[in-house]
């Protein structure tokens, strides 16, 4: 069972800047991609970045490129995102995930392994 522990959420003022982590167990070949969602209050979890473990293929909504950047260390097993230039709609519970599958990465259903979520304000 593969396991996803985020950490890095907090509150930040408008501009500035976040790094979420996400630490991964139990990571083999069989874990092939990671992604980020968001979830805001009374609206549907929604993409935000994903990358794949070996080949460093990425993928970005358009609400985040260029601001954003989602990130590995192989040898941490863990997967990072760094945000910069936050806004107050960037404001969610993010989420990281897993999968075993190379199909619908930009997805909520292409993900087999979910994390527990860390809170991202901004705000002044």
């Known amino acids: 069972q593969v396991q996803l522990v985020e950490s890095g959420g907090g509150l930040v003022q408008p501009g500035g800047s976040l790094r979420l982590s996400c630490v991964v167990s139990?990571?083999?070949?069989?874990?092939?991609?990671m992604g980020w969602f968001r979830q805001a209050p009374g609206k549907e979890r929604e993409f935000v970045a994903a990358?794949?473990?070996?080949?460093?293929?990425?993928f970005y909504s358009e609400a985040v490129r260029g601001r954003f950047t989602i990130s590995r260390d192989n040898s941490k097993n863990t997967g990072y995102l760094q945000m910069q230039s936050l806004k107050p709609e960037d404001t969610a519970v993010y989420y990281c995930?897993?999968?075993?599958?190379?199909?619908?990465?930009?997805?909520?259903?292409?993900?087999?392994?979910w994390g527990q979520g860390t809170q991202v304000t901004v705000s002044s």
């Open positions: 139990k990571r083999t070949l069989s874990t092939y991609a």
């Open positions: 990358l794949t473990w070996s080949g460093g293929i990425v």
């Open positions: 995930a897993g999968t075993n599958r190379m199909v619908r990465l930009t997805t909520n259903e292409g993900y087999d392994y």
